[in-house]
């Protein structure tokens, strides 16, 4: 590798997914790098998202039986779709609700504290909404969070070490819920090695998938886990607000959802309404309320996209990329004070950069300014994130060109250091 901008137009030539670009509306003039928060808008998204729309107008009440996508099966026909990209039968994901929803759902169907198993075990990297979840579902059943939600300590504050993780799942612990990436650092956990951990203990385990789908492949089956949880607004491009998912195992079919509504009904037997509820025999059964589908509209033709390019290669592409930025700004940004804090190695990084800086909230202010969408975590990060769909080679060198720009010539300090009300 080197800095120079042609290299960078030569990666450009080189890229076997560089054509799917055109498929996404591109700001312009803009270097977009926070499609680890929303991912771009996708000429195919929008088309799925009309033709929906299209549906209501013609149809009214009859499109949920009418069109060409029936409503009443719209969510299993996305969880469908989804499911290559978790490594799960079709029956055991679930296009619905939202990220913390379908918490709630699941910590209800699956926390059931017994003797001195009474504990949840999660990690203080977390994003928050999954802790302010949890901490309720304590509440809920009478336990103090304090007491009761018990935190894997992280040694550097970016990163967790999954021996931590291992040696914090005691016999007091009832369920263990994980990120499958972290959302600061972009670290991939171990599934794997943490499900097999947990289930030698007798431990049911979970993960929240957020920062992973979509960037990486996944083999849940594979792994054993027993549920897992995401959002589809990020990598896979649903737009905002996007109707989240779920994966519940297959050996954990039949069990009765912890929060019912009338969706989670047996397909054949939800319009017979009756008092006693009959759940769907698959994943299916975790759904609560009537699908959103006007949110849940857009992430079909999104997902056309990632079954034409699979997985594989987008986390190829992606791992390119990102090798190509850390490089840069190892050459380009070495005189000032940048931490790379992300994982450098492939096995254990996720789709983004986090860089480290005491003036990190000024200096995303300066890079937006700049033409250069970043996202700024606090008290210190920013994260960039190139997305194998629709970022090339050359925005990456323009984005640090724009950094050391700003870094030069200290624009950044006309910001004050602090973030706005929304990051």
């Known amino acids: 590798m080197d800095i120079t901008l042609e290299y960078a137009r030569k990666l450009d030539k080189q890229d076997i997914l560089k054509h ?37 107008k013609k149809y009214g009440i009859d499109g949920w039986t ?32 939202s990220t913390t929803t379908n918490l709630h759902q699941l910590v209800a169907s699956f926390y059931h504290p017994h003797g001195k198993r009474t504990k949840i075990l999660v990690d203080e990297l977390n994003f928050p909404s999954d802790l302010y979840a949890i ?45 499958s990436v972290l959302y600061r650092s972009g670290q991939i956990l171990n599934l794997k090695a943490l499900t097999k951990a947990a289930h030698e203990r007798n431990i049911i385990i979970g993960f929240d998938l957020c920062h992973s789908i979509g960037s990486l492949p996944h083999n849940l089956d594979d792994w054993d886990v027993d549920f897992a949880f995401w959002c589809n607004y990020k990598h896979l491009n649903g737009g905002p607000g996007a109707v989240g998912g779920l994966f519940v195992n297959q050996k954990h079919f039949g069990k009765r959802p912890g929060l019912a509504g009338w969706f989670g009904s047996h397909k054949e037997k939800q319009f ?15 759904q609560i309320g009537t699908p959103n589908i006007l949110s849940a509209a857009p992430l079909y033709g999104s997902l056309q996209m990632f079954a034409e390019v699979g997985i594989d290669a987008i986390r190829s592409k992606s791992l390119t990329l990102t090798d190509y930025m850390m490089f840069l700004i190892k050459e380009e940004l070495k005189d000032f004070q940048f931490n790379i804090a992300n994982p450098v190695d492939h096995e254990r990084r996720g789709g ?17 300014d700049h033409r250069v969408i970043p996202d700024f975590r606090s008290p210190n990060g920013i994260r960039l994130a190139p997305v194998a769909l629709y970022s090339s080679f050359e925005d990456v060198w323009n984005t640090v060109q724009i950094l050391k720009k700003i870094m030069t010539e200290e624009t950044y300090k006309k910001y004050e250091n602090k973030r706005d009300v929304v990051a």
Not at 40 to 52: G, H, M, P, T, Y
Not at 70 to 90: D, H, R
Not at 142 to 154: D, I, L, Q, R, T
Request: net charge negative; aromatic share 8%; hydrophobic share 40%.
């Open 66 to 97: 009418q069109g060409e996508h029936p409503w009443f099966y719209f969510s299993e026909t996305l969880s469908e779709m989804c499911a290559p990209l978790v490594g799960a039968l079709k029956e055991e994901v679930m296009i619905t609700g």
């Open 135 to 179: 901490s309720s579902q304590l509440s809920l059943h009478g336990y103090n969070p304090e007491e009761h939600m018990k935190f894997v300590k992280s040694r550097d504050g970016n990163t967790l070490l999954e021996e931590d993780i291992i040696e914090s799942m005691t016999d007091d612990i009832a369920l263990i819920v994980l990120p």
């Open 352 to 368: 983004h950069i986090y860089l480290v800086h005491e003036e990190a909230a000024r200096i995303c202010k300066a890079l937006k």
């Open 272 to 286: 017979d309404l009756a008092i006693e509820m009959s759940p769907a025999s698959n994943a299916g059964a975790y």
């Open 20 to 56: 799917y670009r055109d498929e996404f509306y591109l700001l312009p003039a803009i270097m977009y790098m926070d499609g680890n928060s929303l991912g771009l808008l996708s000429k195919r998204a929008e088309q799925s998202l009309l033709s929906i729309l299209d549906s209501w």
